[in-house]
């Protein structure tokens, strides 16, 4: 069965490091999304990308993140000068059509020392 | 901003019981959709949902549109069913995720 693929698994950070967060998207899908849940909290939205630009962002993506799809098959999230509260796991998924069933990633666990 | 609600918070279940969480949001949405999250961290989609009822396996998934509420229920429930249910609206402008329902089955 087709799989969205993050990379790494586990990143561990300096405080004000910048890091890239690597997802392969299944390779039909034409929508892509990150999402973070800081331990212990909820799951949040944190942006959408279709046909290569942000279709919907929610309050937490600020000018500190950046998205990226760099060739055709990477999704990236850039997270610039990153901070304590940064530290959480991230999800990638995607989507064929953007209502219909989503596949995730299996995150990766990012922890800003 | 839309709320999502689930209940009940923490569910325990012997094997084999049915077993139903709640979901409610105060703002339209254009689909709901029931995730899984594993021990581990690992999220599945189970269903999406924009109107009616969707079954998959011992899954169902209910939805209504005018009562803002959505069920899923998990017959014969077993304990590799153990995990947090996620329920989320997606609106324009984002997705809006309940904080989940950690469901223990006990064999």
């Known amino acids: 069965e087709p799989e969205v693929t993050q990379t790494p698994s586990h990143q561990v950070t300096q405080m004000g490091q910048e890091v890239i967060l690597r997802c392969v998207p299944i390779s039909n899908h034409l929508y892509f999304y990150w999402y973070r849940q800081i331990l212990g909290q909820k799951v949040e939205f944190l942006v959408s990308?279709?046909?290569?630009?942000?279709?919907?962002k929610s309050e937490i993506f600020d000018d500190q993140f950046s998205v990226e799809r760099p060739d055709g098959s990477n999704f990236t999230l850039k997270i610039r000068s990153t901070k304590l509260e940064d530290s959480a796991m991230y999800f990638c998924?995607?989507?064929?059509?953007?209502?219909?069933?989503?596949?995730f990633g299996s995150g990766t666990r990012l922890t800003v020392v | 901003k839309n709320e999502v609600e689930q209940s009940p918070q923490n569910l325990t279940a012997q094997e084999g019981e049915f077993i139903t969480i709640n979901c409610s949001y105060s703002?339209?949405?254009?689909?709901l959709h029931w995730l899984q999250q594993h021990p581990g961290g690992g999220i599945v989609s189970l269903f999406m949902?924009?109107?009616g009822k969707k079954k998959h396996g011992r899954l169902i998934a209910t939805i209504n549109i005018q009562e803002k509420h959505s069920s899923l229920h998990i017959t014969a429930s077993h304990p590799r069913d153990s995990a947090v249910y996620i329920c989320a609206g997606n609106e324009f402008g984002g997705f809006y995720f309940g904080t989940g329902t950690s469901l223990t089955v006990i064999p």
């Open positions: 949902l924009s109107s």
């Open positions: 703002v339209g949405i254009s689909a």
């Open positions: 990308f279709y046909n290569n630009e942000i279709s919907e």
């Open positions: 998924a995607s989507s064929d059509s953007g209502n219909y069933g989503y596949t």
